[in-house]
Nanobody, 122 residues
Framework: QVQLVESGGGLVQAGGSLRLSCAAP????????MGWFRQAPGKEREFVAA???????SYADSVKGRFTISRDNAENTVSLQMNSLKPEDTAVYYC????????????????WGRGTQVTVSS
């Protein structure tokens, strides 16, 4: 079972920053779209950001201008830099991978991590 492993979550005050990372030990995701999603308590999992193999990016409107997704194809990692965090950004953040950008953005990615908690206090 291929597994993506997230790290970097934690507790931060509103206005602060966090950087999430995602790795795929023992597996390369050559050609895959990588993405980040989040799920707050009582809510559905939602798309946050995606990056293609050739570094094209997409963002949810709620995070544009505050979050930046990046990837290192040689290291097989993807990161999410989160700035100007708000309490409403509090959620479990998941890393995902799929060959199709539309499929990934529709929360139907083939591969998922187990998530990392991000909590933003007011």
């Amino acid at each position: 079972q291929v597994q993506l492993v997230e790290s970097g979550g934690g507790l931060v005050q509103a206005g602060g920053s966090l950087r999430l990372s995602c790795a795929a030990p023992g597996r390369t995701f050559s050609g895959y779209v990588m993405g980040w999603f989040r799920q707050a308590p009582g809510k559905e999992r939602e798309f946050v950001a995606a990056i293609t193999w050739t570094f094209g990016t997409s963002y949810a409107d709620s995070v544009k201008g505050r979050f930046t997704i990046s990837r290192d194809n040689a290291e097989n990692t993807v990161s999410l830099q989160m700035n100007s965090l708000k309490p409403e950004d509090t959620a479990v953040y998941y890393c995902a991978a799929d060959l199709s950008l539309p499929t990934l953005m529709n929360v139907r990615a083939q591969y998922w991590g187990r998530g990392t908690q991000v909590t933003v206090s007011s």
